[in-house]
T-cell receptor, first 115, second 112 residues
Framework: EADIYQTPRYLVIGTGKKITLECSQT?????MYWYQQDPGMELHLIHY???????EKGDLSSESTVSRIRTEHFPLTLESARPSHTSQYLC??????????????FGPGTRLTVL | KQEVTQIPAALSVPEGENLVLNCSFT??????LQWFRQDPGKGLTSLLL?????REQTSGRLNASLDKSSGRSTLYIAASQPGDSATYLC???????????FGPGTRLSVLP
């Protein structure tokens, strides 16, 4: 079982609030990812990181930002939440440099609702 | 640009049936393909990963095949059970270390 955690699991907030979604993994994985998934729709990659101090934008444009100060931690921040940000956010990690298959392990997700 | 589609979008079957889920991708130049399971409101669980040089992978009642030249993969589930009810997603990766492109998933319901 993968050791990757996300908090909070559910969040309901008002428009304009600043929020940070937490993601931590204890597997020592170098690469981490954030995906956004609307109900019944595909996963879209919004951010990823190759390691400490590395952050890259994914395929889907997002108003969120990320940071990678520690290997195990990859938080996602929305400076001013809007109803259009309502979605499920999934964090994942992998270790392409040690695992030849580069399998991704996913956290349980954070379901965000912005009123 | 790689595009991944999955057919059917939803499937409902009685318990005990064998079933096949389909995944198609437009660019056959892939490094590997992975099948995931997602339970409602939860993250993804890896089921099977097939490298581009492989034709199939098996785990218990699951068998995944890959026909890279035709851009297709199938996930075969034998003797389905209500606990198999979930959304099944396939994802392809072009090169080692690159990011996945996900399909929209097939929502499976196995009725007792």
């Amino acid at each position: 079982e993968a050791d990757i955690y996300q908090t909070p699991r559910y969040l309901v907030i008002g428009t304009g609030k600043k929020i940070t979604l937490e993601c931590s993994q204890t597997m020592g994985h170098d690469k981490m990812y954030w995906y956004q998934q609307d109900p019944g729709m595909e996963l879209h990659l919004i951010h990823y990181s190759y390691g400490v101090n590395s952050t890259e934008k994914g395929d889907l444009s997002s108003e969120s930002t990320v940071s990678r100060i520690r290997t195990e931690h990859f938080p996602l921040t929305l400076e001013s939440a809007r109803p259009s940000h309502t979605s499920q956010y999934l964090c994942a990690s992998s270790n392409p440099y040690r695992d030849g298959t580069d399998t991704q392990y996913f956290g349980p997700g954070t379901r965000l609702t912005v009123l | 640009k790689q595009e991944v589609t999955q057919i059917p979008a939803a499937l409902s079957v009685p318990e005990g049936e064998n079933l096949v889920l389909n995944c198609s991708f437009t660019d056959s130049a892939i490094y590997n393909l992975q099948w995931f399971r997602q339970d409602p409101g939860k993250g993804l669980t890896s089921l099977l990963l097939i490298q581009s040089s492989q034709r199939e992978q098996t785990s218990g009642r699951l068998n995944a095949s890959l026909d890279k030249s035709s851009g297709r993969s199938t996930l075969y589930i034998a003797a389905s059970q209500p606990g198999d009810s979930a959304t099944y997603l396939c994802a392809v990766r072009r090169n080692y270390g690159q990011n996945f492109v996900f399909g929209p998933g097939t929502r499976l319901s196995v009725l007792p």
